[in-house]
Nanobody
Framework: QVQFVESGGGLVQPGGSLRLSCVGS????????MGWYRQAPGKQRELVAT???????HYADSVKGRFTISRDNAKSSVYLQMNSLKPEDTAVYYC???????????WGQGTQVTVSS
């Protein structure tokens, strides 16, 4: 069974940092195009960052210069380093995986990030 599990969310003060992790299992991780999305209360889910099979990161304008996406295929993991966090970054963050051959898409269960003083 293919599964992706996020961790690393929590409560942080404005200006602080968090690092989210997403670990995949049940399939070959290196053939997934990976991404992070977020959904704030009352809002639609939005793209935060994506990373290709061999790097090539892409970021939403709202997080450019503050967030960094990376992957470690040997650990079947994708990460989101979030710096200079703002209250508007508060949301549930989801890991997304797109299989480049089967075109199947998978989602993690989400991890809550709350930025508040």
């Amino acid at each position: 069974q293919v599964q992706f599990v996020e961790s690393g969310g929590g409560l942080v003060q404005p200006g602080g940092s968090l690092r989210l992790s997403c670990v995949g299992s049940g399939s070959i991780f290196s053939i997934y195009f990976m991404g992070w999305y977020r959904q704030a209360p009352g809002k639609q889910r939005e793209l935060v960052a994506t990373i290709g099979l061999t790097d090539s990161p892409h970021y939403a304008d709202s997080v450019k210069g503050r967030f960094t996406i990376s992957r470690d295929n040997a650990k079947s993991s994708v990460y989101l380093q979030m710096n200079s966090l703002k209250p508007e970054d508060t949301a549930v963050y989801y890991c997304n995986a797109y299989h480049v051959t089967t075109h199947m898409t998978y989602w993690g269960q989400g991890t809550q990030v709350t930025v508040s003083s």
